[in-house]
């Protein structure tokens, strides 16, 4: 079953949802506000997790094939990667993206150490609205689904409100881990 109708199943997609924000795979009818979410983080200079490469695409439609890329098993095997489903969160009242939420269904040695099952981020105009909490409460029954338990996500250690949205949702403190890559400690999590 394809990820889209695997995520329909669990969640519902635009039809679903509360009455603000619904998630979403993200196709050419967002492109607008997909370009506008990337066009916020380049400004503020932050990072812009669970969106693949976004941040290097000045244009929708690599980043949509991009996501297909990640979403067929046979791509990313042949390649070394994992399966994942990309979904953006859309307020229902402007459809605006506020945010982004990655679901990687295996995890390769490196997310197995720093990364985990679930990357995202939120609009940084759009912060301490509970979006964050209510994309990952919205995901978790998918990982569910696809038979990931524990769920295992990561967050930087001076990240303080991924800590509390994780926190939030169940997460349980495993390990720190130092990413010499980022140069930075990071907090690994487990979601039962």
Same mark, same amino acid.
């Given at each position: 079953?394809?990820?889209?109708?695997?995520? @329909?199943?669990?969640?519902?997609?635009?039809?679903?949802?509360?009455?603000? @924000?619904? %998630?979403? *795979?993200?196709?050419?009818?967002?492109?607008?506000?997909?370009?506008?979410?990337?066009?916020?983080?380049?400004?503020?200079?932050?990072?812009?997790?669970?969106?693949?490469?976004?941040? &290097?695409?000045?244009? *929708?439609? /690599?980043? @949509?094939?991009?996501?297909?890329?990640?979403?067929? /098993?046979?791509?990313?095997?042949?390649?070394?990667?994992?399966?994942?489903?990309? %979904?953006? *969160?859309?307020?229902?009242?402007?459809?605006?993206?506020?945010?982004?939420?990655?679901? &990687?269904?295996? @995890?390769?040695?490196?997310?197995?150490?720093?990364?985990?099952?679930?990357?995202?981020?939120?609009?940084?105009?759009? &912060? &301490?609205?509970?979006?964050?909490?209510?994309?990952?409460?919205?995901?978790? /029954?998918?990982?569910?689904?696809?038979?990931?338990? /524990?769920?295992? %996500?990561? *967050?930087?250690?001076?990240?303080?409100?991924?800590?509390?949205?994780?926190?939030?949702?169940?997460?349980?403190?495993?390990?720190?881990?130092?990413?010499?890559?980022?140069?930075?400690?990071?907090?690994?999590?487990?979601?039962?």
């Amino acid at each position: 079953m394809p990820a889209y109708e695997q995520w @329909l199943r669990y969640v519902g997609g635009p039809e679903a949802g509360d009455d603000k @924000l619904y %998630l979403t *795979c993200p196709d050419a009818s967002y492109a607008e506000t997909i370009i506008a979410y990337r066009q916020e983080f380049l400004q503020s200079g932050e990072s812009m997790d669970g969106t693949v490469s976004l941040i &290097r695409q000045s244009q *929708c439609a /690599p980043w @949509l094939e991009e996501a297909a890329f990640y979403a067929d /098993p046979d791509t990313v095997i042949t390649n070394g990667w994992v399966k994942a489903t990309q %979904l953006i *969160c859309i307020r229902r009242s402007d459809r605006k993206m506020v945010g982004a939420i990655h679901v &990687r269904h295996t @995890l390769n040695d490196y997310l197995k150490q720093f990364a985990g099952h679930v990357g995202y981020s939120v609009a940084p105009s759009e &912060r &301490r609205k509970g979006y964050a909490k209510w994309m990952l409460a919205h995901v978790i /029954p998918y990982c569910h689904a696809l038979g990931i338990a /524990p769920v295992m %996500l990561s *967050c930087s250690e001076s990240n303080t409100g991924s800590r509390s949205t994780i926190l939030a949702n169940g997460g349980k403190l495993i390990r720190r881990e130092y990413e010499p890559d980022e140069k930075d400690w990071l907090e690994i999590y487990h979601i039962e």
